[in-house]
């Protein structure tokens, strides 16, 4: 049974940054490309950034120059270091595969105050 267990979220004043970790069981995570993804209140699930088995990224054109994802297959964890965060980016961030194929975790909450 995968797991998705996300973690690093906070309250943040606008401008600050965060990093966020999703730590992944229950799959061959070095064989898997792993996603972020972020739901703010009322909304769907947005597609935050994505990361390839082999470390090739890929981001949402309006967040591209303020995040970076990253992986460290020795733990199982993929990252999401978000710097510059406005107070439109408070949502519940989440982990997952690109297409979404697992039931979503907990979430971690990110609150960015103006």
């Known amino acids: 049974q995968v797991q998705l267990v996300e973690a690093g979220g906070g309250l943040v004043q606008a401008g600050g940054s965060l990093r966020l970790s999703c730590r992944v069981s229950?799959?061959?995570?070095?064989?898997?490309?792993i996603a972020w993804f972020r739901q703010a209140p009322g909304k769907e699930h947005e597609w935050v950034a994505s990361?390839?088995?082999?470390?090739?990224?890929f981001y949402e054109n309006s967040m591209k120059d303020r995040v970076t994802i990253s992986r460290d297959n020795a733990e199982n964890t993929v990252y999401l270091r978000m710097n510059n965060l406005k107070v439109e980016d408070t949502a519940v961030y989440y982990c997952n595969t690109p297409a979404r194929e697992f039931t979503w975790g907990p979430g971690t909450r990110v609150t960015v105050s103006s």
């Open positions: 229950g799959l061959t995570f070095s064989a898997s490309a």
């Open positions: 990361i390839g088995w082999n470390e090739q990224t």
